[in-house]
């Protein structure tokens, strides 16, 4: 397990506080508001599904907040020119997608709890999303 990096880079300032966030700690962030997350509009627990794409070195999305509701199915679609492992941080272990180079790749998670979650690439150890999970 690696360490959450403190790449904060692209973040918004009210994300700084992440910094001292160890992998694997679910994270309380106060006040945070919502990205622009395309959750489905038809009901609280529709499936939410976060396009992710890794290229070049970069994530995208790139550390944006995206709302969803504890028992909404989340759907990761995952494109990377890079063998990687996509980490949920969603308590306990959290949930891992392997993502080999060049393969769209698809996982699905639920989170049982509420709070604030990243989900991060390890290998390039950025965040790409923190889920706030209410
Ligand atoms: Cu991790």
New binding site residues.
Partial sequence: ??T?TRWLGGLAAGLVLLGTAA??QPVDLPGSSGGGASSSASGALATLTIPITIAGGQVTPNGQKINASVGQPVVLQVTSDEADEI?A?TGGD?YELEVPAGTPTTGTFTPTSPGSF?I?S?HLEKVIVVLNVS
Avoid: S
Wanted: glycine share 10%; charged share 25%; proline share 0%.
């Fill in positions: 397990m690696r959450t992998c694997n980490h941080h959290g990243e991060e390890h």
